[in-house]
Every structure is written in structure tokens, then in C-alpha cells.
């Protein structure tokens, strides 16, 4: 069964600092893959996906994840955090041609931004 | 994007009677849609996913004949819990997947069985 790591439980950072969260997937054939963030109080929200093509996608709100296949890795990162970013975030991979649709996520990475 | 809606948003109730969660996704078919159930300070955990007009498939440990998934409908799913016990209190979180294979999630459903 496939699985996803997220290496880092929590981490904090001050405003404007870069941000790079790590997420490693185990599964050997093609993969979709996503990342979600939830904010406090509110439910999962797809920050962005990637599907096929550029390895480098582009999310909401100045996020971004680059995808290498050599090291079944997606990490996502964002140039300059705002306070507003405080959230968990929670990769996700669904695998192609298993049959389903299920995604399998890590445990997330809690960000909290000091203003 | 997307909305998905899960109704209730909270529930309380006594050990031993069922819970029904109602999940609906608003602007958009949904053929295939999937509970999960968040541990405090955890991961989403896959429950079942649920398919219209077909039984659910449950992932391995979950009681079917405990948590009753009905699809009736390409816009309702509902989650059954029951004879709840405290054990099952947990936040129970649907989503719905789009036919361009993103999951939308609802709010989540806060369970607390006494």
C-alpha cells in the first residue's frame, strides 16, 4: 500500500521567511498528487494539484510544489509567509490505474507564522 | 471550487443510539464520495469510500454493519453510526470528488457520544 511522509510535525517561522514543507510518497507507478490546508476552525481546502506536465505548479494564495519523480517527493513552498498561513497542511496522493480514487495523506505539518 | 456541505455540523448523543451525518455536494455531481474520520492532532483517516447506487467499500477494520453508508443519490451521502459508543466520538469529514478527480472536503461533523 502506498504511503505519504511529511517530515516535519510542526514548524514555525516569522513573517516574510520562505517556507518549505517536505512530503515523499512510497508507490512506484504514476501518481496525482495534491496538498490541502486547513486553517484553524475551517475544513480541508485544496491549496494545489498536480495531475501531469510542468513539474512546478502553481497554487492559490502564492503557494507552489514541484514534483520530482526521482525522489517521489512534492514539497511545497511559498517564497514569504503571512501570519494568515497559520495552518496544517496535509499532502495527498492518489495513485492511477490502482482502481480507485482514495487518497492516502501524510499526517500534515502544522505552520505557525509569528507575526 | 467546489462545496460540499455535511449536516450535522455538531451532534451529542447517548451511548447505545445511531447518528445519521448527511453529506451533499452543492454544485456538482458526485458518483463517487468518501468519509474520513480525524483523530485529534492526526490524519484523515479513509473509512469508506461511497459509490451511487452501489454498496460502500470499506477500508480494512471498519465495521460495515457499525458505520451505514448510503449513496443514494449523486449529490447525498449519508454516515450511519450505530449504537454509538464514546469510542466512536471523533470529527467524521466527506468529501466529493469531481469528475476531473479533485476531492472537495465538507466542514466536518464533531461526534460526541456520552
Known amino acids: 500500500a502506498q504511503s505519504v511522509s511529511q517530515h516535519n510535525h510542526h514548524v514555525i517561522l516569522s513573517e516574510a521567511a520562505s517556507l518549505e514543507l517536505g512530503c515523499n510518497y512510497s508507490?512506484?507507478?504514476?501518481?496525482?498528487l495534491f496538498w490541502y490546508v486547513q486553517y484553524p476552525g475551517q475544513h480541508l481546502q485544496l491549496l494545489l494539484k498536480?495531475?501531469?506536465?510542468?513539474?512546478l505548479v502553481k497554487g492559490i494564495k502564492g503557494f507552489e510544489a514541484e514534483f520530482i519523480k526521482s525522489k517521489f517527493s512534492f514539497n511545497l513552498r511559498k517564497p514569504s509567509v503571512q501570519w494568515s498561513d497559520t495552518a496544517e497542511y496535509f499532502c495527498a496522493v492518489n495513485p492511477i490505474g490502482a482502481g480507485s480514487y482514495q487518497l492516502t495523506f501524510g499526517k500534515g505539518t502544522k505552520l505557525s507564522v509569528i507575526p | 471550487g467546489a462545496v460540499v456541505s455535511q449536516h450535522p455540523s455538531r451532534v451529542i448523543c447517548k451511548s447505545g443510539t445511531s447518528v445519521k451525518i448527511e453529506c451533499r455536494s452543492l454544485?456538482?455531481?458526485?458518483?463517487?464520495m468518501f468519509w474520513y474520520r480525524q483523530f485529534p492532532k492526526q490524519s484523515l483517516m479513509l473509512m469508506a469510500t461511497?459509490?451511487?447506487?452501489?454498496?460502500?467499500?470499506?477500508e480494512q477494520g471498519v465495521e460495515k454493519d457499525k458505520f451505514l453508508i448510503n449513496h443514494a443519490s449523486l449529490t447525498l451521502s449519508t454516515l450511519t453510526v450505530t449504537s454509538a459508543h464514546p469510542e466512536d466520538s471523533s470529527f467524521y469529514i466527506c468529501s466529493a470528488r469531481t469528475q476531473s478527480y479533485e476531492q472537495y472536503f465538507g466542514p466536518g461533523t464533531r461526534l460526541t457520544v456520552t
Open positions: 454544485d456538482f455531481q458526485a458518483t463517487t
Open positions: 508507490y512506484g507507478g504514476t501518481v496525482n
Open positions: 461511497s459509490n451511487e447506487g452501489s454498496k460502500a467499500t470499506y
Open positions: 498536480y495531475f501531469s506536465g510542468d513539474p
